[in-house]
């Protein structure tokens, strides 16, 4: 057996401790989409006030992104990571403890400042870990576990807050009994608070290899970000990313709330179920995106994506109500290859100061603040359903970069040429 590309086994640990990082960040940061329901219930809130839950957390990407990098130059990976794991840990057990609207958009900005933290730390630590011949196949099984994580939340969430099915003396109803009879969700963050101290007690006792950037992995200095931000190719891309995630919560985070006012569905229940399904179908929407590259120009694939993702919106937004429980997952599944066509696009539109890059990119995770926020917004002053027509706005900005990007590279694909 040939063992010159085998993985060290003393690195194996370090792939687990990614996959699970990459897990965890998935199951807390979609599982707003399944409470949002009961926190504006709980919380008795607005729409716009609702709204500015996912602000928070996203908003704390867009502020904490770019200093993540500079952070990972100056401290160990082992360093950060044990921090963000035991402020996770503090903020979700926190806000467990005294449960509050004010309480919890800090604990969301805190757990969000956390998350940007770790989204910098894993990539290099995956591909140093895994060695760099297994990379592309690690990254596909870490979105894979990102998409699994999305997919089961809702259900820990039904899990918790549904009493009618719950065997006495189950954890359920012992994490129940530890926060208010009326705020059953908030038992959540309770097991977000062991979750993230058990990490954090892995990584102390964890081995961690060398890791070395590569120039690409690099944060770069002060000046390369002022270059990239002259260029408005750059902000054209950021634009990119902020409107697809953007769509994504807008999307994600107003479905049982939608579903609830307009069709009278149970959001503990059936919008807990669609929730989930808008998450398993982006995942599995992106396994047939990587498929599909092989075989079509990326530009094609996003306009045509773009297009089918409009049409089924518009779809959920009109019809009954089995359209709308059709039709939201559906959107889920055509938007998936949206963040990697538009990421390498950029990419591959510049010759250098790709770090730097990389981190005005990821800062555009922020739309999933702002987006939202604005849905929400426009919800309260005229109607939901009309505020998630705002969508539709996001995705024709994408849709235009199908026809007026020009990559330095274009991805390579397989000709089906008849013999």
């Not at 120039?215 to 200095?221: I, M, R, W």
């Not at 024709?396 to 991805?411: D, E, M, Q, R």
Request: proline share 3%; with cysteine.
């Amino acid at each position: 057996m040939d063992t010159s590309t085998a993985i060290p086994k003393r690195y194996y640990s370090i792939i687990a401790l990614v996959m699970l990082v990459f897990f965890v960040i998935s199951f807390i940061t979609n599982i707003l989409n399944s409470i949002i329901v009961d926190v504006k219930t709980s919380f008795e809130l607005s729409l716009t006030l609702t709204g500015f839950l996912p602000f928070t957390f996203f908003i704390a990407y867009g502020i904490m992104s770019i200093p993540a990098g500079f952070l990972c130059e100056k401290y160990s990976e082992r360093s950060l990571l044990s921090i963000s794991f035991f402020v996770m840990a503090v903020a979700s057990l926190g806000f467990a403890i005294s449960p509050g609207y004010v309480v919890f958009s800090i604990t969301l900005f805190t757990l969000g400042c956390c998350m940007a933290v770790l989204q910098v730390i894993i990539n290099p630590m995956l591909r140093v870990a895994g060695g760099e011949e297994h990379f592309a196949f690690n990254s596909v099984l870490a979105q894979l576990v990102f998409g699994g994580a999305s997919f089961l939340s809702p259900y820990l969430y039904k899990y918790l807050v549904n009493k009618e099915n719950t065997v006495e003396g189950s954890l359920a109803e012992t994490l129940r009994e530890w926060v208010p009879e009326n705020l059953p969700w908030v038992a959540l963050y309770i097991v977000f608070a062991a979750i993230a101290l058990v990490l954090f007690f892995y990584v102390l006792f964890t081995k961690y290899p060398k890791f070395e950037k590569k120039e690409d992995e690099k944060a770069g200095d002060s000046s390369s970000y002022w270059d990239l931000l002259k260029n408005k190719w750059t902000i054209l891309y950021f634009l990119g990313i902020f409107c697809y995630v953007g769509t994504e919560q807008g999307v994600g985070n107003w479905i049982s709330q939608f579903l609830s006012q307009y069709h009278g569905l149970n959001p503990q229940t059936v919008g807990a179920d669609t929730v989930s399904y808008f998450w398993a179908m982006l995942t599995v929407g992106c396994l047939l995106g990587l498929l599909l590259l092989k075989f079509m120009d990326s530009r094609k694939l996003l306009i045509w994506a773009t297009a089918i993702t409009i049409l089924c919106l518009i779809l959920a937004l009109t019809g009954s109500s089995e359209m709308a429980l059709i039709g939201f997952p559906l959107v889920g599944f055509f938007i998936s290859v949206m963040y990697s066509i538009i990421f390498s696009l950029a990419l591959n539109s510049v010759k250098e100061h790709h770090g730097s890059l990389s981190g005005i990119l990821v800062t555009g995770i922020a739309g999933g603040a702002v987006i939202p926020f604005i849905v929400g917004g426009l919800g309260e002053l005229m109607t939901l359903k009309l505020g998630m027509f705002f969508l539709i706005i996001p995705l024709v900005f994408i849709l235009t970069i199908g026809f007026w990007a020009k990559p330095l590279v274009n991805n390579k694909t397989i000709s089906l040429g008849k013999n």
